[in-house]
T-cell receptor
């Protein structure tokens, strides 16, 4: 069974540009999460989808971040416009309905110059 | 104060040694507890869930003390391949929901 996949693996952009990250969860997993690790800090929660609905978006830092999950399959996370402090590793995770164990993707390493 | 606190280490121990990590959490209403393992520049991977009664998986033993809000992980007969960062993870709910990470404890096993 394929795991969680994320694209791209790396992205280097300039401040003010837009970047879109993609996550494909494990097939059949209704729950999809976005997390972020910035340099020197712990991994922090951003957002939780249940199917196509946002269950919890309490971790989204500001309105420059927009997450979508149309059709309840893959998800995108767009940062517009990107700022220097957005640099970090963005992880996506998924879990089955009702289960706690989350499976993580390899992450997207974002560098904003 | 961070919601999940861990000793960052690094712990540097010889192969075959026993090593223990501790973690404390601040929210007494927390319901679910885990240890994840993260290799350098890789994603976190679930090592084991932690139950009130304590649980063991091969060389790994996890304990939970709800009264003290304390979680531990014991690794016996450590292997070189155990070198990684160990992340203490807590959730406020018993079902699918966001999880809260500690900053991790780095472990290095030397030959």
């Amino acid at each position: 069974e394929a795991g969680v996949t994320q694209f791209p693996s790396h992205s280097v952009i300039e401040k003010g540009q837009t970047v879109t990250l993609r996550c494909d969860p494990i097939s059949g997993h209704d729950n999809l999460y976005w997390y972020r690790r910035v340099m020197g800090k712990e991994i922090k929660f951003l957002l939780h989808f249940v199917k196509e609905s946002k269950q919890d978006e309490s971790g989204m830092p500001n309105n420059r971040f927009l997450a979508e999950r149309t059709g309840g399959t893959y998800s995108t996370l767009k940062v517009q416009p990107a700022e220097l402090e957005d640099s970090g590793v963005y992880f996506c995770a998924s879990s089955q309905e009702g289960l706690r164990e989350q499976f993580f993707g390899p992450g997207t390493r974002l560098t904003v110059l | 104060r961070k919601e999940v606190e861990q000793d960052p280490g690094p712990f540097n121990v010889p192969e075959g040694a026993t090593v223990a990590f501790n973690c404390t959490y601040s929210n007494s209403a927390s319901q679910s507890f885990f240890w994840y393992r993260q290799d350098c520049r890789k994603e976190p991977k679930l090592l084991m869930s932690v139950y009130s009664s304590g649980n063991e998986d091969g060389r790994f033993t996890a304990q939970l003390n709800r009264a003290s809000q304390y979680i531990s992980l014991l690794i016996r007969d450590s292997k070189l391949s155990d070198s990684a960062t160990y992340l203490c993870v807590v959730s406020r709910y018993s079902s699918a929901s966001k999880i809260i990470f500690g900053s991790g404890t780095r472990l290095s096993i030397r030959p």
